[in-house]
Nanobody, 126 residues
Framework: VQLQASGGGLVQAGGSLRLSCAASGGTFTDYTMGWFRQAPGKEREFVAAFRLSDRSTVYSDSVKGRFTIARDNAKITVYLQMDTLKPEDTAVYYC????????????????????WGQGTQVTVSS
C-alpha cells in the first residue's frame, strides 16, 4: 500500500488549507485513514481519522471544530480540510492507514497504523 499526501503550504493565521491522501496498491474493503502531525521538537500526535466500517470520524481536541476529515467515495482518498488555522498548527502532517479492523481505542494510536505517507509541511504564520 502506498499513500501519497499533498496540499501543505504556508498560510496566515485564520486561513485554510486542504490536505489530500491518496491510497493505492492494496485491497480496500475495510480501512481507516487518518492524519498525524509532528511539530519541531515535539512528538508526533494524532489529528483526525476516518473509519470506513461505520463511516465514523474522530478528531483530537485541539482541532475539533476547525478541521474536517472527509472521504472521496470514488477514490481511496481522504481529505483534511483545515480552517481557522493557528500558528500552533504548524507541523509536518503525515497520512496514515490501517487496512484491517480497528477499534476505538486504537484510532488515535500511532503504532496501530500500518502504512504511512511522506509528510507534508504546513506552516501558519502569525
Amino acid at each position: 500500500v502506498q499513500l501519497q499526501a499533498s496540499g501543505g503550504g504556508l498560510v496566515q493565521a485564520g486561513g485554510s488549507l486542504r490536505l489530500s491522501c491518496a491510497a493505492s496498491g492494496g485491497t480496500f474493503t475495510d480501512y481507516t485513514m487518518g492524519w498525524f502531525r509532528q511539530a519541531p521538537g515535539k512528538e508526533r500526535e494524532f489529528v483526525a481519522a476516518f473509519r470506513l466500517s461505520d463511516r465514523s470520524t474522530v478528531y483530537s481536541d485541539s482541532v475539533k471544530g476547525r478541521f474536517t476529515i472527509a472521504r472521496d467515495n470514488a477514490k481511496i482518498t481522504v481529505y483534511l480540510q483545515m480552517d481557522t488555522l493557528k500558528p500552533e498548527d504548524t507541523a509536518v502532517y503525515y497520512c496514515a492507514a490501517r487496512m484491517r479492523r480497528i477499534i476505538n481505542s486504537q484510532l488515535r494510536v500511532e503504532s496501530s497504523h500500518d502504512y504511512w505517507g511522506q509528510g507534508t509541511q504546513v506552516t501558519v504564520s502569525s
